[in-house]
């Protein structure tokens, strides 16, 4: 997997994808859209503070795969947000290759949508 | 029925706004603080009106305080050679903006702004809840008390002749240990779990009040008119309250809505990320909801957008990035206007972006209108620590006084439109009583009912909130355990007093402060001297809010 821009990515055929959103403070309020263009395998689904889920990139060349994530921050009684209350996304392909770890704060509305090109 | 006072309280804020100042002096963070506290310092600094208060800055403040956070973590992790934080962040300015399609069907105007709650709790008791207390504000005690600390001064009296200044300290213990201990009171989340020992520490909190017009000091005693100083003679304490909160959960965060939040993000939320997969599909690669390619002559309109906004954002100071979000969200207005297939499915995501909001906002709103019910043991001291008693001008009084002990039970409640209707029903007992006396322990019984209606907000404020509040008080024995002589008048007598009042409460958006303007209506006036109206000064400062800021 390489970077191309902060959302932007390009991935080897096949190429076996893991997405890791971590939350720092209850409650955790990440909501993963499905796939377009390839199948989860598992989805991410939220346990605690974790939600982890995987991929594999479609054979054919040009092949594209987006998904959206929904980041939510629960404010407390007053409306206000805790310091530090982040998420923390991580997206890697192959081991050896760069990791993308993107930092989501709030307030919300946050979402983000992740695009990945086969080459 | 006749005016007892009318208490205005006229703060100077001129000492409190200059140490608000002072945050913008201090040392700057590091790396490693900044990763912590970027997001929260922007979120404060936005309201407090330094940045994004145009309406299009207002719709657009997620994208515009995230990308400021990141610009600071990614120049200041750079600075201190941690290239790979630095670089994560930089990569994550751009997606800020043109990776957040929520941020944009807001702009669009396709849906209605979000709802804020900042400030809008008022069910808080910072100042003194002791019955007898000189300079309580409040006729009715609130149910919650700040979490960390509370620090209150109240200027008056209601139910003695002198003009007394009382000052209210209250603390969780629990929270202030841990304060102490983490260092980061906040960021430990909210309250441990229920059915634990620290979840039952949690919830008590202790307060003492302090009397600046008591004690040996010169120039602090009664009546005098000098300004307030407690100078930490432990002769001023005036009393000290122990709070029990037997059922609070009003905070979101708390476990108990796990699943009202694991609901909403299985349903509203499933379906509004994927909408917003499939208009971005559409947009950026041109693919439908199952991948498949359509005719979609914006993409490459909309990618010079991406790359373009891409470069603005890491060629901007961070006192640009408003200007450049405002700028680059018309420029998207402007490519979506063109194409009616990518109005239609941004409509789409548009209504379930609404549809989650909706709902999560609906369930904001009630669990903080959620009943609450606590316990207050409070102790009036009516004499000095060393058995001498306080003596106003003009008062007779015998060589010592018993102490009071009020037991009161609060239970409040929130109505979804805004208004919060608390009660309070309590005894009072005399601590001891004068070798001889017939009298019996118990003092009295007293109910009191508050109603607190939430104004609309006024710009560069927060929302001011309009309370009435009655109270009734059953004088079973003399209302101060021994016969007084207060202006002339003999203060001994028995019977019901009523009370009635009036209180306008604003607070200073983003200090903590709150200026209390209240009038009260009383059957019984025998220890007030003045049959005209008084003003004092006060303040009340809830340190949570300003414990929340950078």
């Not at chain 2, 002096?25 to 310092?41: G, I, Y």
């Not at chain 2, 005719?295 to 891409?310: C, L, M, N, Q, S």
């Amino acid at each position: 997997m390489h970077i191309v821009d902060g959302s932007t990515f390009t991935v080897a055929s096949q190429e076996h994808v893991t997405v890791d959103i971590q939350k720092t403070t209850a409650p955790s309020l990440a909501t993963v859209s499905g796939l377009i263009g390839a199948a989860w395998a598992p989805k991410p689904a939220p346990a605690g503070l974790v939600a982890q889920g995987a991929f594999d990139a479609p054979l054919a060349a040009n092949s594209i795969v987006t998904f959206t994530v929904v980041f939510d921050f629960v404010p407390d009684a007053t409306g206000s947000f805790l310091p530090g209350d982040e998420y923390v996304v991580t997206i890697c392909g192959r081991p050896t290759e760069p990791t993308r770890v993107e930092t989501v704060g709030p307030p919300p509305p946050q979402t983000r949508t992740y695009l990945f090109t086969v080459v | 029925m006749r005016m007892v006072s009318l208490r205005v309280a006229l703060i100077a804020l001129i000492p409190l706004r200059a140490c608000l100042g002072a945050a913008d002096t201090q040392p700057q963070k590091s790396c490693e603080e900044l990763q912590k506290t970027a997001f929260t310092d922007e979120i404060a600094a936005a309201n407090d009106g330094r940045y994004s208060k145009s309406n299009t800055g207002a719709v657009l403040r997620a994208a515009i305080v995230n990308v400021r956070a990141l610009k600071k973590i990614a120049a200041r992790c750079a600075a201190e050679g941690k290239a790979d934080v630095a670089e994560q962040a930089r990569l994550s300015i751009a997606g800020a903006v043109n990776a957040n399609f929520a941020l944009f069907l807001e702009f669009l105007g396709y849906r209605q702004a979000l709802s804020d709650l900042e400030e809008k709790r008022f069910d808080k008791q910072v100042g003194a809840s002791t019955s007898g207390g000189a300079g309580t504000t409040s006729l009715t005690t609130k149910g919650s008390v700040p979490s960390l600390l509370g620090f209150a001064v109240e200027n008056g009296a209601m139910t003695r002749s002198v003009s007394g200044t009382t000052i209210t300290f209250r603390a969780v213990p629990w929270d202030v240990v841990k304060a102490l201990a983490d260092h980061d009171y906040l960021a430990s989340g909210p309250t441990p779990q229920p059915g634990t020992l620290a979840g039952v520490l949690s919830q008590v909190s202790a307060a003492v009040s302090v009397d600046a017009s008591r004690g040996n000091t010169a120039g602090s005693g009664a009546g005098s008119t000098s300004s307030s100083v407690v100078p930490g003679d432990k002769q001023q304490v005036s009393g000290y309250t122990f709070h029990y909160q037997i059922l609070d959960r009003r905070d979101p965060r708390d476990i108990h809505y796990a699943r009202l939040w694991n609901t909403l993000s299985a349903r509203k939320g499933l379906d509004l990320a994927n909408r917003l997969n499939q208009l971005a599909a559409l947009m950026r690669a041109g693919v439908d909801a199952v991948g498949k390619p359509v005719t979609a002559p914006w993409v490459p309109d909309f990618e010079a957008w991406r790359k373009d906004t891409a470069n603005k954002l890491e060629a901007a100071s961070i006192d640009d990035v408003e200007k450049v979000i405002s700028a680059q969200a018309v420029t998207f207005k402007k490519i979506v206007a063109t194409y009616p297939e990518l109005q239609a499915q941004a409509k789409v995501a548009a209504e379930a972006l609404s549809e989650y909001f909706l709902d999560r906002n609906t369930g904001i709103k009630k669990i903080t209108k959620a009943p609450t019910l606590a316990f207050d043991y409070s102790v009036t001291r009516q004499a000095n620590t060393n058995g001498t008693v306080p003596v106003a001008a003009g008062a007779t009084v015998p060589a010592s006084l018993p102490d009071l002990s009020n037991f009161k039970l609060i239970f409040a409640k929130g109505f979804q439109q805004g208004p919060e209707l608390t009660a309070n029903a309590s005894f009072t007992i005399f601590n001891s009583l004068p070798p001889g006396s017939t009298a019996g322990r118990l003092r009295d019984g007293q109910a009191s009912l508050q109603l607190d209606v939430p104004l609309a907000e006024i710009a560069k404020t927060s929302n001011m909130v309009l309370s009435f509040s009655g109270q009734f008080v059953r004088l079973l024995e003399q209302p101060l355990g021994a016969a007084v002589i207060v202006n002339t008048k003999s203060v001994t007598a028995k019977g019901n007093m009523g009370l009635v009042q009036a209180k306008l409460t604003v607070p200073v958006k983003g200090s903590g402060v709150q200026i209390p303007i209240s009038v009260t209506w009383s059957n019984r006036t025998e220890l007030i001297l003045e049959r005209d109206v008084r003003a004092n000064f006060g303040v009340t400062f809830d340190l949570d809010k300003l414990f929340a800021k950078p």
